[in-house]
């Protein structure tokens, strides 16, 4: 059974840094593209950042270009995003996801708050 568990998020100075986490199992991970998705209040959920099986290709959303890095460590089966000069724009949850056998995962979510 595939799972992804999230973890990392919190409340955060606008300015300052954050590093997302999110645990693979039940399935390959390292043989799958990996994504991080968010989702504010009263808006869609959008593409933040992907990453190759491999991790050598990733590409990212133009809001987060520059202060976002997404990586992972597919001898731990965890994905990362390591979020620099976040601001308040940048408050949602994120969601970490995968498309395995033709069915979208997701994990339950972490709260980000941009705030001072």
């Known amino acids: 059974q595939v799972q992804l568990v999230e973890s990392g998020g919190g409340l955060v100075q606008p300015g300052g840094s954050l590093r997302l986490s999110c645990a693979g199992s039940g399935f390959t991970f390292s043989g799958y593209v990996m994504r991080w998705y968010r989702q504010a209040p009263g808006k869609e959920r959008e593409l933040v950042a992907s990453i190759t099986d491999t991790g050598r290709g990733t590409n990212y959303a133009d809001s987060v270009k520059g202060r976002f890095t997404i990586s992972r460590d597919n001898a731990k089966n965890t994905l990362y995003l390591q979020m620099n000069s976040v601001l308040p724009e940048d408050t949602a949850v994120y969601y970490c996801?995968?498309?395995?056998?033709?069915?979208?995962?997701w994990g339950q979510g972490t709260q980000v708050t941009v705030s001072s």
């Open positions: 996801n995968t498309y395995v056998v033709r069915i979208n995962y």
